[in-house]
């Protein structure tokens, strides 16, 4: 079930078969990421680190992306670690 929930998100995302709606794919990939999916989380980490359908949220979006530039202060070191305060 998670996965058809999961390309459900997918089609909205991608406005295949469906309008594009970035709202409904989050709400989707949200639903899909209860059920423990690890490709929804991804795809809703995403969703959050572009603000698409959902906020830009760059600390709910994966620890991987929230290290990237767009999601830094100017100036701050990039990495994990840095995200996670330790350098």
Same mark, same amino acid.
């Given at each position: 079930?998670a ?8 089609? !909205?995302?991608r &406005? #295949? *078969? +469906?309008?594009q /709606?970035?709202?409904k @794919?989050?709400?989707w990939y949200?639903k =899909?990421?209860?059920l423990?999916?690890?490709?929804a989380q991804?795809?809703?980490g995403?969703s !959050?680190?572009? &603000? #698409? *359908? +959902?906020s830009? /949220?760059?600390?709910? @979006? ?5 290290? =990237? ?7 701050q ?8 305060g330790?350098?």
């Amino acid at each position: 079930m998670a996965g058809a929930q999961w390309m459900v998100g997918f089609f !909205y995302e991608r &406005g #295949q *078969g +469906v309008p594009q /709606d970035f709202a409904k @794919a989050a709400k989707w990939y949200r639903k =899909t990421v209860e059920l423990g999916d690890a490709a929804a989380q991804y795809s809703l980490g995403w969703s !959050y680190y572009r &603000g #698409q *359908g +959902v906020s830009q /949220d760059c600390v709910r @979006a994966t620890p991987d992306m929230a290290s =990237t530039p767009r999601c830094r202060p100017p100036g701050q070191p990039s990495g994990l670690g840095s995200f996670l305060g330790f350098l």
